[in-house]
């Protein structure tokens, strides 16, 4: 794994270069296929996950098969930092949506390093607010917002994180099936395609593979309102 990636993440950019050594002593690397499970709900936490490239899915699975994706991670973000400051059982499952690499720091490397460096604790509690804050805004947009609006706002959202400029717009490669958008948005799968159909139709977006290219970034914003 080069380490400098990790060097340059705002996680570990404050760190001395002792403090930074022992934390990437017990570093563990892993490669993950698209859909595969680093881990399920419920299983016991011990590592946080650093994401260096691919994107990993977070989702909860309710008593009747159900499922619903809590968040998309992607390069630079990190998750499964819950348990360092509330040990217990993973809150979600975390699975591969793409091919990625993580890198796995223990809890107990990561408190030692926030020992020595305390503006670290200071990036794990943003990264956590970061998440909570858009957890808020998921709640808040199931009870305000219709299906076409959160549609709309998630692939800005989407397009704001992972988008490239492309000839005729912005090209987000999200990776997501239809029914995986479908879970991040709260809705089912023929509510989220007919809302998409009418963006197509409108001329504000196109879709791809696993993909959306943007055409109308101004209507797309108006309509997430």
Known sequence: MDIEVLRRAPLFATLDDEAFGALTEELTEVDLSRGATLFY???????????VSGKIKLGRTASDGRENLVAIMGPGEIFGEMALFDPGPRSTSATAVSE????????????????RSP?????????????L??????LADLVFSDVPGRVSKALLDLADRFGRPATDGILVAHELTQEELAQLVGASRETVNKALAEFVQRGWIRLEA?????????RLRQRSR
């Open 41 to 51: 709900e419920g299983d016991p936490g011990d590592q946080l996950y650093f994401v």
């Open 210 to 218: 696993r993909a959306v290219v943007i055409l109308d970034l101004q």
């Open 133 to 138: 804050r858009r957890t808020n805004e998921n």
């Open 119 to 131: 503006s670290i604790s200071g990036q794990v509690l943003q990264a956590l607010a970061r998440r």
């Open 100 to 115: 990625s690499r993580l890198a796995g720091v223990k809890h107990s490397s990561l408190k030692k390093a926030m020992d």
